[in-house]
């Protein structure tokens, strides 16, 4: 992965990784991103979903969209993703931290014109979200297709920062007596609650209890 002094790591570099298998591996596990950029000199964060295949990433939505349509002339805009992993609780209120896994991605995007890239980048997020949604379901139309704008995001510099294990306390502070250690944190999928419209004899597919297996 690139590097120039904007993912260049100041603080704790040691939580830092620049090597493409960490910052992909974190990309797969998230699939909320908040995309930054500037309009007029005015900063927006906006929280999209996205799909990952090599260094790209792709973002879909309303054509309609002001995100959408901004990134796609090509304004530099930072990415990223964050995993909550869980709650650290030190001695001392100061060394009380956070598990998590991040990624800041650099880069920019442009809009693809054509149905067929169209359609196989929002298959890329579609799977990136719920693998064999896709070939399950209605495809999008000509119609639907123009109402989407498919953006691919080239990510050019990324950095990932991952922090793990117990609370970190200074020394002196191991003999206090309270409580101190991880509260884990995770995202579950619950139950799939079938629609109440659902054509008589339908079974819940495979993939989807996959999916809340994972989760
Ligand atoms: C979990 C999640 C997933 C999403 N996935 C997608 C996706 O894949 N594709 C997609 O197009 N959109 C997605 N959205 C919606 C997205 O965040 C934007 O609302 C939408 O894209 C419209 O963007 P815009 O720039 O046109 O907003 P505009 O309507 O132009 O925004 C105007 C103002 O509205 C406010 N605003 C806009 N969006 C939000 C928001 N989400 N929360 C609070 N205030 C807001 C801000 O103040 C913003 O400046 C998702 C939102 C969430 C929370």
Redesign the pocket.
Known sequence: MNRTDRTQLRRLPKRGFHDSATINQILDAGF?AHVGFQVDGQP?V?????GRDGEKLY????A???????LSQGVPACVTVTLVDGLVLARSAFHHSMNYRSVVVFGTARKLEYETQKRSALRV?SEHLIRGRWDDVREPNSKELKAT?VLEFQIEEATAKVRQGPPLDDEEDYSLSMWAGIVPLKLTAGNPAADSRLAPGTALPSYLADFSDKH
């Open positions: 909320l927006f906006i929280p999209t979903l996205y973002l879909h939505g309303s309609a969209s002001r995100m959408l349509g901004e997020v704008s």
